[in-house]
């Protein structure tokens, strides 16, 4: 027994390290905003700057604040999950390009670089995606049959020079993705691998909280595949027109809507529904592009030397996070699913009374002991409506007031975010139900 208590505990203690599990707002150093930029015209945007998730730095560069980062951080760990699950192997590779191997793919010349220069005045570039630099860096590696297959991801920083940046962080010119490479000995080991992570895929989306939403779609494939797949999630603010098949739960991109793709999936051409949709993952058979370019081989078992056959899958958070407030919240703000949410509980004191106060105290510092996520709005000064108003833009799914009234009728008033109506509870009733939904 005691065993097993140092067990739990070390596992707690290793789990929980490192992230905040309960913070005051009035040490918070953002605050909330009745009105976003004005040319500010995307509703992701608007609602995260007014809520002090982000901030504006220029036209399509956002900075993450504390809220906004522990969101982010939350969507990373589920797809780093997922990722592990398919047996992903993480790295963390470097923005700053040599022109030397994008010269030999003929990518150098991409509109979409940013690029620097070194002191002594040679070219550098600016990351935005990083087959070149991750295949050169395995031939150091990889020589034999025997190493293969396996697949590497990570999250980094991509820049890209995207002409149009209008929808908040959905479209930056300087984001996180994470990008992920497969490497196999030919095309049928590298199916069966694009498989899982297509499965691996539809799992992170739903567990965000957008999977009913977002649709395995065909798009264009490229020389090494028919098809590649993109998950589109339904918007009216994205940027892609998909076609969906509601029965069997695809789409087809525009760009290969046409009658030789329908008839070749089995699909009606009068049960398709145009919609438009958001890019919020990528997964792509590059077959042999890259490793042929840059002489990337490995020996069979015979002893010949043949080219690693590969695949790039990517996502971006910050456009997951962007589309989930786009699809998530409703005309007071944000309604951010349990998985995602910055934290778990909004704790809101209401009133200056010392029985109020004394309450709320013994309420924080129990929920201290629990490990459960609280933002706790302990701001004196500030009206009732106010506090209302800054939780629903806010988004946090849980809410529980602490007033005159909670402690006259003995306990808490709680209310979920996506609810009218609140109730009162006590607090082991409230430690209990967030406990299960923590766990979620
Ligand atoms: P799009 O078609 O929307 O321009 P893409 O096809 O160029 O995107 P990929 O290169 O496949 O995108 O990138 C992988 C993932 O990275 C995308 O599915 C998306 O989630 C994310 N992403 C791409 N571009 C951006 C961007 N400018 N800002 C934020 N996220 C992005
Ligand atoms: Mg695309």
Known sequence: MYILKIILYTLTKGLFSGSIRIMRQTKLFTKTKKEAPSDEVSKNAELLIRGGFIHKE???????????????????????????????????????????IWLKTNRWTSPVWFSTKLASGTDLGLAFTHEEPITQMLKEQISSYRDLPFSIYQFQTKFRNEVRAKSGIMRTREFIMKDLYSFDIDEKTHLEFYEKAQEAYKKIFERIGIGHLTYLTFASGGTFAKYSHEFQTITSTGEDTIYIDEEKNIALNKEVYNDETINSLGLNKDKLVEKRAVEVGNIFTLGTRFSDALDFKYKTEEGDSKSVFMGSYGIGPGRVMGTVVEVLSDDKGVVWPQSIAPFTLHLLSLG??????????????????????????????????????????????????????????????????????????????????LTKESKI
Not at 69 to 89: H, S
Not at 397 to 405: D, G, K, L, N, T
């Open 58 to 100: 220029m036209a399509g560069v956002y900075s993450y604040l504390p809220l906004g980062l522990r969101v982010l951080k939350k969507i990373e760990n589920i797809i780093r999950e997922e990722m592990n699950k398919v047996g992903g192997q993480e790295v963390f590779m470097s923005a700053l390009q040599n022109p030397e």
């Open 352 to 433: 200056e009374g010392e029985k109020v106060l004394k309450e709320v105290n013994k309420i924080y510092n129990v929920l201290l002991k629990k490990n459960i996520e609280v933002l706790f709005d302990d701001r004196c000064g500030v009206s009732p409506g106010e506090k209302f108003a800054d939780a629903d833009l806010l988004g946090i799914p849980f809410r529980a007031v602490v007033s005159e009234r909670s402690t006259k009728e003995g306990g808490i008033e709680l209310k979920k975010r996506i609810e009218e109506k609140g109730q009162i509870i006590s607090l082991d009733e409230l430690i209990n139900l």
